[in-house]
């Protein structure tokens, strides 16, 4: 699979409009056709998460962005569905608390980092405070700022600082990789719906769903300005067609599973005295009756 169709080129100005087909399937034609793809992909997946642990020089690092009912956490849960948990941490940033608040709005992605060998998984991340809060920027009134930071340039201000925390990220073994599920509005309100006509799914709905629907222009128009400002060669944006979720979950396990071998993991080559300590201990058990 060419995953340059999905990557957002650094410095490039894309239009999710005009570049990036929700509907897109490539060369599938259905969901039964991909499922031994997949498949495979979940088991090279937590093959590399083995290696991962045991080389335990690099972590990953996942962040998935989406507007509502886009399939964030399904993607995850079936991608995942073949590693480790004691190897994988996930976490779902909401609003922030008003510890959260008392703090920068980096605070608590930091907190949140993998540690070497594992695999963080942001759903949702910082990039809310270049999202959410521009589209509502009321919300930087609750944020404590001083007022001398409050003004137009602060947008810019934070894509050169998300920037410079996700470089820093990588040049100390923290591999990023950025998806936004692309899902197109027609979509998303066939899923609303499906979430208010089937019971078992009301649990999903909320009334600020469809409230946020209302901002649909202003959320694209703010995904775009983040795509175009830090989409870089150290963490690339991924758009991901979402319309239809199989292909979604394919993709994103086919780049994950593409990256990691990018990395030529290995396992740690023993040292000669712990391979005579495993000699000596074969003998003992080799020799107990």
Not at 81 to 110: A, I, M, T
Not at 195 to 217: C, G, L, M, T, Y
Not at 233 to 240: D, F, M, R
Not at 264 to 289: F, G, N, S
């Amino acid at each position: 699979m060419k995953h340059d169709r999905f990557r957002v080129p650094p410095g490039s100005k894309i239009s999710l409009s005009k570049d990036y087909d929700p509907a897109y399937t490539g060369d599938y034609k259905n969901k039964s056709e991909s499922e031994g793809k997949l498949s495979g992909d979940v088991d090279r997946l937590a093959a590399f998460q083995n290696i991962l642990y045991a080389q335990n020089n690099y972590a990953l690092l996942l962040i998935f962005q989406a507007m509502d009912a886009a399939g964030k956490d399904g993607t995850i849960k079936h991608v995942m569905s073949g590693v480790n948990p004691q190897g994988c941490q996930v976490y779902s940033f909401k609003s922030p608390s008003s510890e959260e608040l008392d703090h920068d709005y980096l605070w608590r992605s930091s907190r949140a980092l993998p540690e070497r060998g594992r695999i963080g998984i942001f759903n949702r991340s910082y990039y809310e405070e270049v999202l959410v809060v521009r589209v509502h920027p009321e919300l930087l009134m609750h944020q404590q700022l001083p007022d001398s930071v409050k003004h137009k340039n602060i947008w810019q201000r934070r894509f050169e600082e998300i920037n410079s925390f996700e470089k820093y990220l990588v040049n100390n073994g923290i591999v990023i990789l950025k998806f936004f599920l692309n899902v197109s509005k027609a979509e998303q309100k066939k899923r609303f719906l499906e979430r208010i006509n089937q019971p078992e799914k009301n649990w999903k709905f909320s009334d600020s769903d469809v409230k946020e629907r209302a901002f649909w222009n202003d959320y694209m128009n703010a995904y775009e300005e983040a795509f175009n400002h830090t989409s870089t060669s150290e963490a690339p944006w991924y758009i991901i067609p979402a319309d239809h979720k199989w292909f979604t979950r394919l993709t994103v396990a086919d780049i994950i599973c593409t990256k990691l071998a990018s990395l030529d993991l290995k396992y740690p080559t023993l040292q000669k005295e712990h391979q005579r300590q495993l000699i000596k201990a074969k003998e003992i058990l080799e020799a107990e009756q």
